[in-house]
């Protein structure tokens, strides 16, 4: 049990474009997702937090125009990179606390986002 | 801990071995703490946690020890295997009981199992 899931699991666009991420929590529901952006050979970067419902909270330092988070319902969560640039190529995963549950986080596959 | 620096610090170990990774976390009021590996291209799996009312926690070949009077964490892995070979991470957390509170990372450790 306790299974994310993240969808594309990688990406390639063009400068400018946008670029949408899902993360699914697929046998739980999820209180709270977490987004994090991850560098080649550097640790997770938390960038924001979610709850259902409300808006997201941001990460100092985190453009919340550029990356929405919508969280929709109790299983879904979606990052959207808006006019990416090749400075946004990363990889960035997901995480889910399960709701009435303790803070474990289960985490997401990744995806992969390359812009050229 | 917070993530430094482009080099994640390696730890060459021979198949067989034990492990032992170090991690100094920063924040004495963090209550939860939690060991991840990162195999390249994919996301974190837990491996093993550790609440600060303890200081020593075992699993299949692992174990976690908390000292918190300077606080570090560390995780040993027993008769590494080259299924082993990842990049290991901690983390601490200022409430378990409290959902929707932060995780923050430390900067990781590669562990290079040689046959």
């Known amino acids: 049990g306790a299974v994310v899931s993240q969808h594309p699991s990688w990406v390639i666009c063009k400068s400018g474009t946008s670029v949408k991420i899902e993360c699914r929590s697929l046998?739980?529901?999820?209180?709270?997702m977490f987004w994090y952006r991850q560098f080649p050979k550097q640790s997770l970067m938390l960038m924001a937090t979610?709850?259902?419902?409300?808006?997201?909270?941001?990460e100092q330092g985190v453009e919340k125009d550029k990356f929405l988070i919508n969280h929709a319902s109790l299983t879904l969560s979606t990052l959207t990179v808006t006019s990416a640039h090749p400075e946004d190529s990363s990889f960035y995963i997901c995480?889910?606390?399960?709701?009435?549950?303790?803070?474990?986080?289960?985490f997401g596959p990744g995806t992969r986002l390359t812009v050229l | 801990g917070e993530s430094v620096g482009l080099h994640l610090p390696t730890l060459s170990v021979q198949e067989g071995d034990n492990s032992i990774i170090n991690c100094a976390y920063s924040n004495s009021a963090s209550d939860y703490f939690i060991w991840y590996k990162q195999e390249s291209g994919k996301g974190p799996q837990f491996i093993i946690d550790i609440r600060s009312n303890m200081d020593k926690r075992q699993g299949q070949r692992v174990t976690v020890l908390l000292n918190k009077t300077v606080k570090h964490l560390s995780l040993q892995i027993a008769a590494t295997q080259p299924g082993d070979s990842a990049v290991y991470f901690c983390a601490e957390n200022v409430s378990f009981k409290a959902a929707g509170n932060k995780l923050t990372f430390g900067g990781g450790t590669r562990v290079l199992v040689k046959p």
């Open positions: 995480s889910a606390n399960r709701y009435g549950g303790y803070n474990e986080q289960f």
């Open positions: 979610s709850n259902e419902g409300s808006k997201a909270t941001y």
């Open positions: 046998d739980f529901q999820a209180t709270t």
